[in-house]
């Protein structure tokens, strides 16, 4: 689960698919600068199919109500279709139903369970204090960055990060000297944002489990691209968009194991969570929904068990193989490019469908908007992993990123729109 092993057998998704894909999706169908779009940003965010449209619209029209509290009957399917996103969510990742805690997205969640953790009484076994250590990496996203730096800054914990080398892997030669008997947890990106590798979870989970130390995977880039199983990948907390897997915006996911999420005290209080309330005190529900204050996005939800239904009826070890491929094909096509770097492109870690790469002498921005005014959608800046990209010797670069939409054309054309952006900004350079 850690590479592409369980893709190595399943048939790849034929050009005739994608094409019946692409018509489930209105957005692919427009024209941009009077070109087809070509979209090449779905590690930021995914285009949404019909289906998932439809499922959320149907409940607002039909179902919508607030769940959990009423006695009436459009309650009572809101909260069944609610509570059943909930095990549709679970049964994808390989976990119980109440191990799976809503939030507005991935950010939300890793910080939920930095405050938590933060928040515990001292003397707590699941307490940071001074002394402890919390480990992450150096090619994190900031998301997976920062709630653990505040969380050190807190608690008088030490943050200390494993380092990647020239080519973006993380050099793991030095793992036993940085993740000790002071590590509490380690929180790392399960695909990196930046390079599109897969990180090699297993080895850090095992030397986690050696020294005791909680592992917290982000799976924002990996949820909507390879099979997904928290629990053969033994880690205790794992987190992801739903907007980046065909999704609305709004609705994230946290995973945490059981007894964690048990032992653990609320982040944001108020209604919805509690037992008992006082004017002098208050008793919260147990995990999910002690994490869960106020009004939840219930149609968000919906709209994520509709869309893990559909990545479900194709087979997510059959997109991981598009994406493996068309992967492969952006770093070849692009590095053999003149002026051409792909960040990572050297590693000899298993990908996704995505890579990251600069124009000698262009800055990001200015090649974002020339594949712009020819329909090509790609992402631009340091994309929240700015330490990556000061370690890699830049400030900047463009993103493109595909996902079980998009075709072999798509990244011709945008092979062809670089050479022409190389040519044109080294004649008026």
């Known amino acids: 689960m850690g590479g592409m092993s369980t893709v190595a057998t399943v048939q790849p998704l034929t050009d005739d698919e994608v094409a019946a894909f692409r018509r489930d999706f209105p957005a692919l169908a427009q024209s941009v600068n009077g070109h087809p779009l070509a979209y090449l940003d779905s590690a930021a965010t995914s285009e949404k199919p019909v289906q998932v449209l439809d499922a959320e619209r149907t409940y607002l029209e039909h179902q919508n109500a607030a769940v959990h509290r009423g006695a009436h009957t459009l ?107 002071r590590t509490r947890l380690i929180a790392v990106a399960h695909v990196s944002n930046v390079l599109g590798a897969v990180t090699p979870i297993a080895e850090l989970v095992r030397r986690g489990r050696q020294v005791g130390a909680l592992v917290a995977l982000d799976a924002c880039q990996s949820a ?111 590095g053999a490019i003149p002026g051409i770097r792909v960040l990572g492109a050297d590693s000899s870690a298993p990908r996704v469908g995505l890579a990251a790469f600069t124009l000698d002498g262009v800055h990001a921005h200015d090649l974002g908007q020339f594949l712009d005014d020819r329909g090509i959608a790609v992402r631009v800046g340091h994309h929240c992993a700015q330490p990556l990209h000061r370690r890699l010797g830049t400030t900047a670069s463009t993103r493109a990123s595909t996902y079980l939409y998009t075709t072999r054309d798509e990244i011709d054309r945008l092979f062809e729109a670089v050479e022409g952006a190389a040519a044109f900004f080294g004649a008026h350079t």
């Not at 994808?92 to 507005?104: C, H, P, R």
């Not at 807190?154 to 030095?174: C, K, S, W």
Request: proline share 6%.
């Open 75 to 181: 309650a009572a399917e809101a909260t069944e279709l609610f509570e059943h996103a909930r095990s549709r969510v679970a049964r994808f990742i390989g976990a119980l139903d109440d191990e799976v805690v809503w939030t507005s997205n991935a950010t939300a969640a890793a910080n939920l369970v930095a405050y938590s953790l933060g928040n515990l009484p001292a003397g707590s076994p699941l307490a940071f204090g001074s002394g402890d250590e919390i480990v992450v990496t150096e090619l994190e996203h900031h998301a997976n960055l920062i709630p653990w730096q505040q969380l050190a800054a807190r608690t008088g914990a030490t943050l200390r990060y494993i380092p990647i080398d020239d080519q973006g892997e993380l050099r793991l030669d030095d793992l036993d000297s940085i993740v000790t008997e």
């Open 224 to 334: 909507p691209h390879l099979p997904l199983d928290v629990k053969a990948l033994d880690v205790d907390f794992a987190f992801f968009s739903g907007h980046k897997m065909l999704a609305p915006t709004g609705i994230g996911v946290l995973y945490g194991r059981r007894a964690l999420l048990d032992a653990m005290p609320p982040f944001l209080t108020g209604g919805s969570m509690i037992t008992t309330v006082t004017m002098e005190s208050a008793e919260f529900l147990p995990a999910p929904q002690r994490f869960e204050a106020g009004t939840q996005p219930v149609s968000q939800a919906i709209a994520l068990a509709a869309a893990i239904d559909y990545l479900d009826a194709i087979g997510m070890p059959r997109i991981a193989l598009h994406e493996a491929e068309l992967g492969a094909a952006l770093v070849a096509g692009l």
